[in-house]
């Protein structure tokens, strides 16, 4: 079974902060990663392969520096890691990605399933793969929990917020991997030496994967950001003083019923 | 018109291609032959070379690019993908029927509402009586069950055949689903998660504001070239408006055409996980515990207060990954946004990801042993002390005072 | 002259950090109560190859340069001073030794199961009597028709108790002293090798100490490791090696008392303001962190050198030294900064104090390190 997994490199958003003064996000300092849900999507191709052979080939669309994260997933186990770069990328939205993703699988052109993380914590959009599934004319499941191949097709459990359906889907599909999937294993030290010493990441172009200008950066973008700013911090909190514990859940609890949000039963 | 073009890497500069074009096309620079614009692609160069170093350009498919929408000013009013599952409204349909009212007013346009499923006839009059001035339903068995095929191939349709300017999707793990790859067949822009929309008047475009970064950035978008502006919306942010049997609308049955390829995906069983649904969303108070309550059984002292209040349990991210509450009572960026009257944070840090899920309740009461704590910047009241000493006092001082939640 | 990591390092550090705030984190202080081996935790490290990290590829370990290693090593020594020592002595003591005097026959069946986390390793050479004098081994060794006849005593031995494959020495020439001792590599299933006492220590808790007992134990002669009466000079070379994985332990628990200090330093408050805003904390930390990238500075060193000189040993003893009478010092100051909490168990920087004390001792005690550095100048 040959799997493409759609990979990201993201910031590690738990450390990421916002400059007060200009609204705009502090990017020195902060670790980059491979987006936890991608990991999810490697884990499962490498757990396919395991049982039932194939090839499983790691792509993702970022500038030179996403070659980091591609090492780290050959270093997982990965077959093959492929970093699609090229200026004409950047400013992409998710159409513009989405097309750009496509022009590499389509050079790739085997696979019986296309993997990719539900949702990048930098963008948190979480539509790159429908929209990659879309212009691939594949079927797609997102909120996958469970996939396992049932004669030439997939069998699919996907999540509903309040319990799942199982789902039968031909091949090639594409799918998208959520943290209740399976529990990702660490890149293994000889992986990690190897990925470093004996692998080169392939490096495809925009020209590489045939890739149209006007269809990806900004001119193949629908949407466009107006403006970015930091949340609004709420006016300043006030701190319930008193000598002890049971003073000042006196003195919260007459301010909140003067808000009326507890009262006489 | 055929082109050709030299590889400079296996040019050896022969010149023998330069004797051989009958145009004078073939000019020499650096030592390496170039072709110019005198080339009129009649390809005898292309034996010449010894190499083979002179091949054709193949037909460079220039891609227009996702051109703005045709005809963008035919494109009139507001649509709303009316979820529903098992003959149940979900509340965030109702939710953004609400906001699609207050649009379509800006606007001066109607609200539309999509329906699908199997024997929804009756849905389709609580549509109205929420708000929607056109329901489109499409009853059909084969839309019993969600699957992204045919609800795509259907959807599409309706657009297409009643071309709103906007169109609004919860964002569930069904709407998240489906937006996307209804965006990329029609060629539109689609915004996720979005907290606030509002119209510029000027432009009449959509302004969609959501955070991304995890909840660190608020970022504005718009989709000024393309229609139907999609966006999904987050549940529980709306919010609905007054039911209203009384008022009046159009229900269009929607023929459904469903092609072999809008029929790939089966749908073999849907499970219902059998717990105590905990409503979160719908709950007024929310008492919530953090990394500060410690342990499973640090959690009863919350519910001495919940009790009291009649409230919810909530639980940040912590507290549901070591296992002291069920996922389900998770509250922040990976788990339910929530935007109750009231939302008593007990030993929760907040974190950015936390407060994401919480930020917009009216009254925040926060209680943590850390004065720097961050919950603190987003809380109305602050008691710094340790919340198994505190919230116990609380609920003594609620029974006493004989005060309950709102 | 570099001062930055590889990336191959860094992705080395990144990952190790993740397993042990994911993996070791949580059983720190369970395995330190209950003086237990964390047999589960070893599996892990093995799966991820951390077992066999320093080992070349084409014995089954990892094939990292020993920087890799030791950054290994410190990352977990950061969260488990215990779990640290399971994986150095694995690596630097057990595997060590078979790869650079082992015959190919040996290391087929001996080193690729270590390397591989399949079996676990252990290094026996100090006895009741001979500590610091290493050469005063009373172990012997007497040849037998196919072998050698082992009888003797080793105390005080990582993973002793549940290793597979040991490198112990004996004497197989009593007259000769140093001179006359040899290496041999033992199976715990060999007849006549039993488990004696295991140790109740202050620290390192969650790693056992054992004795072990060879009564006629009996060792065929391919189990002979290194030149019959060349066993010396393995084991000395073997503990330069051993030395930078103790180095790089107490550096990975002085850089986790550190942590928890400033940590603590930032949210306990006194006199209406956290203590770290006073002076006398902030310049206990800063000298904390100064001592800490010194050792780190040497402990990095060592391990640059052993990749490229012929002799490290000078650059080991210096590493061990000052790395472990750091971690002695800024333990004992990170008590100090938490007060009277960090005297009790509900915070982990009294086990960090605990565990650092070992790393002055074994694996040469500081006095033998200063022989060695002290030698190298000649003196």
Not at chain 3, 252 to 257: E, L, N, S
């Amino acid at each position: 079974m040959d799997i493409i997994v759609c990979i990201k490199q993201v910031p590690d958003t738990t450390d990421v902060k916002i400059d007060p003064k200009t609204g705009t996000l502090i990017r020195e300092g902060v670790p980059s990663i491979v987006n936890p849900d991608d990991k999810h999507a490697i884990e499962e191709a490498l757990k396919l392969r395991e049982k039932h052979g194939g090839k499983v080939t790691a792509i993702s669309m970022g500038p030179p520096q996403a070659v980091v994260a591609l090492r780290e997933v050959y270093a997982m186990g990965v077959d093959e890691a492929i970093l699609v770069s090229d200026r004409m990328f950047a400013g992409s939205d998710t159409w513009a990605t989405a097309y750009a993703i496509g022009q590499a699988v389509k050079k790739i052109a085997k696979y019986d399933i296309i993997f990719c993380g539900r949702q990048a914590i930098d963008g948190d959009t979480a539509q790159i793969g429908p929209q990659l599934a879309e212009l691939l004319d594949i079927p797609q499941v997102t909120y996958v929990t469970h996939v396992e191949p049932k004669g030439d097709k997939l069998l699919v459990h996907r999540a509903l917020e309040d319990g799942h359906m199982n789902l039968e889907v031909p091949k090639p599909a594409l799918l998208t991997a959520i943290k209740e999937l399976n529990e990702p294993r660490y890149p293994s030290m000889g992986g990690i030496v190897k990925a470093h010493r004996d692998y080169q990441v392939k490096v495809w172009t925009g020209a590489d994967v045939a890739a149209s200008p006007n269809m990806t950066g900004i001119p193949g973008s629908p949407t466009k950001v107006k403006r970015t700013f930091a949340p609004e911090p709420k006016g300043k909190v006030e701190m319930i003083e008193g000598d002890s514990g049971a003073v000042k859940v006196g003195n919260l609890v007459t301010k909140l019923k003067d808000k009326n949000v507890v009262r006489e039963g | 018109m055929v082109e050709f073009k030299i590889n400079k890497d296996e040019c050896i500069g022969c010149q023998l291609c330069v004797k051989s074009c009958p145009y004078g096309a073939i000019d020499m620079v650096d030592g390496k032959a170039v072709i110019n614009e005198k080339c009129t692609g009649c390809g005898a160069c292309v034996e010449s070379c010894p190499k083979e170093a002179i091949k054709e350009i193949k037909e460079q498919v220039v891609d227009e690019g996702p051109q703005g929408t045709e005809n963008m000013g035919a494109y009139k009013g507001v649509a709303v993908f009316a979820e529903q599952r098992g003959g149940e409204i979900k509340p965030v349909a109702l939710q953004l029927l609400g906001k699609g009212r207050d649009l379509a007013e800006d606007l001066g346009v109607e609200l539309y509402a999509y329906l699908l499923g199997s024997n929804v006839q009756e849905l389709a009059k609580e549509l109205i009586a929420y708000g929607a001035d056109k329901v489109y339903m499409a009853n059909d068995p084969e839309l019993e069950n969600y699957r992204t095929d045919a609800y795509t191939k259907v959807i599409v349709d309706m657009i297409r055949e009643s071309m709103p300017e906007i169109a609004l999707y919860g964002a569930t793990y069904i709407g998240r689903d489906l937006a996307p790859r209804i965006a990329q067949r029609i060629t539109t822009g689609l915004t996720a998660d979005c907290t606030e929309l509002t119209i510029d008047k000027e432009t009449r475009n959509l302004e969609q504001t959501r955070p991304a970064f995890g909840g660190n950035v608020m970022a504005t978008i718009l989709t000024p070239n393309h229609r139907p502006q999609m966006a999904t919306v987050r549940p529980g942010i709306m919010k609905h408006k007054e039911r209203d049997p009384n008022r009046q609308g159009e229900v269009i049955d929607f023929k459904v055409q469903l092609g072999e390829k809008d029929q790939l995906i089966k749908v073999l069983e849907v499970i219902k996980e059998h717990k105590k649904a905990v409503n979160l969303e719908e709950a007024k108070i929310i008492v919530s515990g953090g990394r500060g309550v410690g342990s499973e059984e640090g959690f009863n002292v919350l519910r001495g207060l919940a009790e009291v209040l009649d409230a919810e349990i909530g639980g940040s991210r912590v507290a549901v990954e070591n296992g002291w509450i069920a996922q389900d009572h998770q509250v922040g960026q990976t788990g339910k946004t929530v935007s109750p009257e009231m939302y008593i944070a007990c030993g929760i840090s907040g974190s950015i990801q936390h407060r994401a899920g919480m930020g917009s309740s009216k009254v925040i009461v926060a209680i943590n042993k850390d004065p720097n704590a961050q919950i603190f910047t987003v809380a109305d009241y602050g008691i710094v002390g340790d919340l198994h000493e505190i919230v116990p006092l609380m609920t003594k001082e609620l029974k006493e005072k004989g005060l309950k939640g709102l | 002259m570099r001062f930055e990591l590889t990336e191959e390092q860094e992705m080395i550090r990144k990952t190790v950090r993740e397993f042990a705030l994911n993996e070791i984190e949580p059983l720190a202080e369970e395995i330190d109560k209950e003086s237990r081996h964390p047999h589960e935790t070893v599996e892990k490290m093995a799966k991820a190859g951390i077992m066999g990290i320093s080992v070349p590829k084409e014995y089954g370990g990892a094939g990292a340069d020993t920087i890799g290693y030791a950054i290994a090593v410190e990352e977990i020594a950061r969260v488990c001073a215990s779990t640290a020592i399971i994986v150095s002595v694995n690596n630097s003591l057990a595997c060590y030794p078979i790869l650079k005097f082992g015959t190919e026959e040996q290391k087929e069946k001996y080193l690729k199961p270590l390397a591989t986390g399949e079996k676990l390793g252990a290094f026996g050479l100090t006895e009741p009597n001979a500590g610091t004098d290493a050469g005063g081994v009373r172990t012997v060794a007497a040849k037998v028709d196919g072998g050698w006849k082992i009888n003797g005593t080793k105390i005080f031995i990582t993973n002793g108790a549940v290793a597979d494959t040991l490198v112990i020495f004996g004497l197989t020439d009593p007259g000769k002293g140093a001179r006359g001792m040899s290496g041999f590599i033992i199976e715990k299933g060999f007849d006549g090798f039993s488990i004696g006492t295991i140790e109740d220590k202050l620290g390192i808790r969650g790693s056992e100490q054992a004795e072990l007992v060879f009564q006629d134990m009996f060792v065929p002669d391919e189990n002979m490791l290194g030149r019959e009466g060349k066993g010396f000079g393995s084991a000395m070379a073997t503990l330069d090696c051993g030395r930078v994985g103790v180095a790089a332990q107490a550096l990975g628990i002085a850089q986790g008392a550190l942590d928890k200090a400033v940590q603590y330093a930032k949210e306990r408050e006194q006199f209406g303001r956290p203590i770290g805003k006073f002076q006398a904390i902030q310049w206990m930390c800063a000298d904390m962190e100064t001592r800490i990238q010194a050792a780190r500075h040497l402990v990095y060193g060592a391990a640059y050198a052993k990749d490229h000189q012929k002799r490290y040993s000078k650059e080991a003893a210096m590493a061990k030294l000052y790395a472990s009478e750091t971690a002695m010092w800024v333990t004992t100051k990170a008590i100090q900064v938490h007060g009277g909490y960090g005297y009790t168990k509900d915070y982990p920087v009294e086990r960090y104090f605990r565990d650092a004390k070992i790393t002055e001792i074994y694996e040469g005690t500081s006095e033998v390190q200063r022989m060695v550095i002290s030698g190298s100048l000649g003196l």
